[in-house]
């Protein structure tokens, strides 16, 4: 019954290999957030989708980028990944945009650069 | 700047004691609070909401704004309340956007 999904849960790759991780959902929600969590740290959001409307923190880096081309999935790209992108890196949904619409989080996927 | 802070990575408590988890922001405007729990090999998963002003697991937290705080609260612990907590705010309005704290451990000592 998990209803957001990311794979793999651990991904391992070497300093500049581009990585693809990825994110699913059977809740049908219209947004889904990438966020970035180093070790100690808050979650930090690196960008979301509202549908298909793409929104990115002014902070996040240009190495990353994100794609989603249906409702059910959202990937995020690290095109260019460093020893400082090792990180947690946490999928959520939410059904709208409304303060009292909880996110759901994924497991996290857990990425390790070499 | 926008903010959320809690102060303590790590609080250990008795079972059976009461526990206050802090929670301070600061936030130019109107925000909403919640908390987030991760308990072991879970997801994060959201515990309360301030808008719900509701009770869950035992847990209470009240919005003071005077102080900026929203402090979370159980008067008597329980093993299982042992976790990671995640005080987070978000607008009340536009595209509802958490800023998470750093989180505190929990930890319930029978």
């Known amino acids: 019954d998990a209803m957001v999904i990311q794979n793999p849960r651990y991904q391992v790759t070497q300093f500049g290999k581009p990585v693809t991780l990825s994110c699913s959902q059977t809740l049908n929600h219209n947004v889904m957030y990438w966020y970035q969590q180093k070790s100690s740290q808050a979650p930090k959001l690196l960008f979301h989708?509202?549908?298909?409307?793409?929104?990115n923190e002014a902070d996040t880096p240009d190495n990353f980028q994100s794609r989603r081309p249906n409702t059910s999935f959202c990937f995020l790209d690290i095109r260019s990944p460093g020893l400082g992108d090792a990180a947690m890196y946490l999928c959520?949904?939410?059904?709208?945009?409304?303060?009292?619409?909880?996110?759901?989080f994924g497991p996290g996927t857990r990425l390790t650069v070499t | 700047a926008q903010r959320v802070t809690q102060p303590e990575k790590l609080l250990s408590v008795f079972k059976g004691a009461p526990v206050e988890l802090k929670c301070n922001y600061s936030?130019?405007?109107?925000?909403?609070l919640f908390w987030y729990v991760q308990y072991s090999r879970q997801r994060l998963q959201l515990l309360l909401r301030h808008i719900s002003r509701e009770s869950i697991k035992g847990f209470t937290a009240d919005l003071n704004k005077g102080e900026t705080s929203f402090h979370l609260k159980k008067p008597f612990a329980q093993e299982e309340d042992s976790a990671m907590y995640y005080c987070?705010?978000?607008?009340?309005?536009?595209?509802?956007?958490?800023?998470f704290g750093t989180g505190t451990r929990l930890k319930v000592l029978a």
């Open positions: 936030y130019s405007g109107s925000p909403e």
């Open positions: 959520a949904t939410s059904r709208d945009y409304r303060v009292s619409d909880e996110q759901y």
């Open positions: 987070a705010l978000t607008s009340t309005s536009g595209t509802y956007k958490y800023i």
């Open positions: 989708y509202y549908d298909k409307d793409f929104n």
